[in-house]
Protein backbone atom coordinates (compact mmCIF):
# COMPACT_ATOMS: atom_id res chain seq x y z
CA UNK A 1 0.00 0.00 0.00
CA UNK A 2 1.41 3.07 -0.31
CA UNK A 3 0.25 7.07 0.62
CA UNK A 4 -1.29 7.82 -2.79
CA UNK A 5 -4.36 6.06 -2.56
CA UNK A 6 -4.69 6.31 1.23
CA UNK A 7 -3.89 3.02 1.91
CA UNK A 8 -6.52 1.40 -0.33
CA UNK A 9 -4.82 -0.19 -3.00
CA UNK A 10 -4.14 -3.76 -1.93
CA UNK A 11 -1.23 -5.38 -3.29
CA UNK A 12 -2.49 -8.14 -5.51
CA UNK A 13 -4.41 -4.72 -7.17
CA UNK A 14 -3.55 -2.53 -9.85
CA UNK A 15 -5.40 1.46 -9.77
CA UNK A 16 -6.47 1.78 -13.48
CA UNK A 17 -8.23 5.21 -14.84
CA UNK A 18 -11.22 6.23 -16.74
CA UNK A 19 -11.95 9.55 -18.27
CA UNK A 20 -8.34 10.99 -18.56
CA UNK A 21 -7.78 10.31 -15.01
CA UNK A 22 -11.09 11.63 -13.73
CA UNK A 23 -12.47 7.86 -12.13
CA UNK A 24 -9.86 5.75 -10.13
CA UNK A 25 -10.88 1.80 -10.71
CA UNK A 26 -8.99 -0.59 -8.34
CA UNK A 27 -9.46 -4.04 -9.35
CA UNK A 28 -7.24 -7.72 -9.54
CA UNK A 29 -4.00 -7.72 -10.99
CA UNK A 30 -5.27 -11.39 -12.38
CA UNK A 31 -8.57 -12.54 -13.00
CA UNK A 32 -11.74 -10.25 -14.26
CA UNK A 33 -11.35 -7.18 -14.91
CA UNK A 34 -13.78 -4.49 -16.04
CA UNK A 35 -13.46 -3.92 -19.77
CA UNK A 36 -14.91 -1.17 -22.48
CA UNK A 37 -18.41 -3.26 -21.61
CA UNK A 38 -18.88 -1.74 -18.41
CA UNK A 39 -18.45 2.13 -19.72
CA UNK A 40 -20.92 1.24 -22.57
CA UNK A 41 -23.23 -0.29 -20.64
CA UNK A 42 -23.07 2.69 -18.14
CA UNK A 43 -23.40 5.38 -20.88
CA UNK A 44 -26.73 3.75 -22.48
CA UNK A 45 -28.67 4.03 -18.34
CA UNK A 46 -31.28 7.04 -18.53
CA UNK A 47 -31.83 8.29 -15.23
CA UNK A 48 -34.19 11.05 -14.21
CA UNK A 49 -33.85 13.34 -11.08
CA UNK A 50 -35.54 11.63 -8.24
CA UNK A 51 -35.26 8.28 -9.44
CA UNK A 52 -33.07 5.63 -7.43
CA UNK A 53 -30.58 3.17 -8.91
CA UNK A 54 -29.57 -0.34 -7.71
CA UNK A 55 -26.67 -2.26 -9.28
CA UNK A 56 -26.69 -5.76 -8.44
CA UNK A 57 -23.46 -7.98 -8.61
CA UNK A 58 -21.22 -4.44 -8.79
CA UNK A 59 -18.23 -6.30 -8.49
CA UNK A 60 -15.59 -3.71 -8.37
CA UNK A 61 -18.62 -0.92 -8.42
CA UNK A 62 -17.15 0.57 -11.98
CA UNK A 63 -20.40 1.15 -13.51
CA UNK A 64 -22.42 2.20 -10.67
CA UNK A 65 -19.46 5.20 -10.19
CA UNK A 66 -19.78 5.80 -13.69
CA UNK A 67 -23.41 6.56 -13.29
CA UNK A 68 -23.15 9.03 -10.01
CA UNK A 69 -20.59 10.82 -12.60
CA UNK A 70 -23.19 11.35 -15.12
CA UNK A 71 -25.97 11.73 -12.75
CA UNK A 72 -25.17 13.96 -10.14
CA UNK A 73 -28.67 14.21 -8.57
CA UNK A 74 -29.35 10.20 -8.14
CA UNK A 75 -28.50 8.12 -5.46
CA UNK A 76 -26.89 4.63 -6.18
CA UNK A 77 -26.96 1.49 -4.10
CA UNK A 78 -24.81 -1.65 -5.25
CA UNK A 79 -24.86 -5.24 -4.10
CA UNK A 80 -22.28 -7.57 -4.35
CA UNK A 81 -22.24 -10.72 -2.40
CA UNK A 82 -18.85 -11.40 -2.84
CA UNK A 83 -17.06 -10.21 0.36
CA UNK A 84 -13.69 -9.26 -1.08
CA UNK A 85 -15.61 -7.61 -3.98
CA UNK A 86 -18.29 -5.99 -1.93
CA UNK A 87 -14.84 -4.83 -0.08
CA UNK A 88 -12.98 -3.35 -3.23
CA UNK A 89 -16.22 -1.62 -4.68
CA UNK A 90 -16.20 0.13 -1.14
CA UNK A 91 -12.81 0.91 -1.34
CA UNK A 92 -13.47 2.63 -4.72
CA UNK A 93 -16.11 4.28 -3.78
CA UNK A 94 -14.05 5.51 -1.03
CA UNK A 95 -11.11 6.58 -3.36
CA UNK A 96 -13.46 8.44 -5.33
CA UNK A 97 -14.95 10.25 -2.82
CA UNK A 98 -18.41 9.15 -4.02
CA UNK A 99 -19.07 8.16 -0.45
CA UNK A 100 -22.20 10.66 -0.44
CA UNK A 101 -23.84 9.31 -3.38
CA UNK A 102 -23.17 5.50 -3.75
CA UNK A 103 -23.81 2.92 -1.21
CA UNK A 104 -22.34 -0.29 -0.97
Not at 25 to 46: C, I
Not at 61 to 71: D, H, P, Q, S, Y
Not at 87 to 104: F, G, H, P, T
Request: hydrophobic share 40%; net charge negative; no cysteine.
Amino acid sequence: MDNENNGLKRDDETMDFLFHGFLKVLQKEKGYRFSVDSPLLAHFVTVRTGDGVVELGTGSGVIAMILALRFAEVTIAEVEIQRELADMARRNIELNELEDRVRS
